[in-house]
């Protein structure tokens, strides 16, 4: 086998293979040990470019399900130095030198989160067959040097703001919430707040607001105060009203001002698909081994697929869905 920078291409081979024999508790095991491996973006990243210059695209959909979740379980670190670089910033108690830095570090931050949207933007270009594999190549070195960049900008943010004692900022560092729901069922959002500042924040609450189209469970949550680097999560329900596409806006207030807000786009469908549509990305279209993945992950962790309605995979599907997998690639099966 050829050299790789992760241990996932590997464990997915071992686990496409134990899918062709049929072994739904190997398949298993393997999956949640592919899912609980952390590497390094640019790892993935590397391994991610040979999978598509060897045209492997469900190995590739694989890596690229764990970029997506590196860049998610690294966002609010991100943002947290980014918010800090821009409170030393505006404090203006920095050198002229220290000030160029973490200019150059906010410039660099906007450049990363372009070149890192536009990167999973081609990727699933390239898997729905609209963008050759060579351009991806091409886009994936360039989003390795980006990292490689905003790693060593990181390092001088950390150097220089070390020693600072900031002024309260209080931030949204990141949210994460479902894309689909259907009209009648509820899924959360949940935001996590901070204090990227040394001093205590003042009285903090998050504001919600929604259109007609989807109901938040509450339009307000009070959040206290925080000291200097503390964070908190803040949970809200939304329940689908109609059908289509519909924004809510999550906003931070301090003392009853608004120092930040994020939105969230949902899709409510006015339908439940069963859970093999919504595993396989809608319709009829076969099932990979990336899609057999995912559903062994709800099943593990009895989780709700998306645009289901609030299902889960239960045993019987997951077997059901093994066995048609078996088929498709002529494997025999013993679940």
Known sequence: MQDTSTAIPDLFERYRSALEGGDLPEAIEYAVRIDDTESSVDSLLTDFRTAVEN???????????????????????????????????????????????????????????????????????????????????????????????????????????????????????????????????????????????????????????????????????????????????????????????????????ADGSVVESVSETFDVRETAQSVREAISGGGSGELDATDIRTAITHWSNDTQVPGTGGKTVDTETIQRLVTEWVAANGGGSNV
């Open 55 to 253: 045209d492997e695209r469900v190995l590739a959909r694989t890596i690229l399900g764990q970029i997506a979740d590196a860049y998610e379980r690294d966002g609010q670190e991100f943002q947290a130095r980014t918010q800090r670089a821009m409170t030393a910033i505006e404090e203006g108690t920095l050198t002229e030198s220290e000030r160029e830095e973490l200019l150059a570090f906010t410039r660099a931050a906007a450049q990363t989160d372009l070149t890192r949207t536009g990167f999973l933007v081609d990727a699933v270009n390239f898997f729905e067959g609209t963008q050759e594999g060579s351009a991806l190549v091409e886009t994936t070195d360039q989003v390795r040097r980006t990292e490689s960049d905003i790693d060593e900008a990181s390092d001088t943010v950390s150097s220089v703001t070390s020693e600072a004692s900031l002024t309260a900022s209080p931030s949204i560092l990141g949210s994460t919430a479902p894309e689909e729901l259907t009209q009648g069922t509820s899924v959360e959002m949940v935001a996590t707040v901070g204090n990227v500042g040394d001093a205590e924040s003042a009285a903090l609450s998050v504001s919600v607001d929604a259109d007609d189209g989807i109901k938040p469970n509450r339009s307000s949550v009070d959040v206290g105060r925080l000291a200097g680097g503390d964070r908190t999560e803040v949970t809200v329900e939304f329940t689908g009203q109609r059908a289509g596409s519909h924004s809510v806006t999550v906003a931070l207030e």
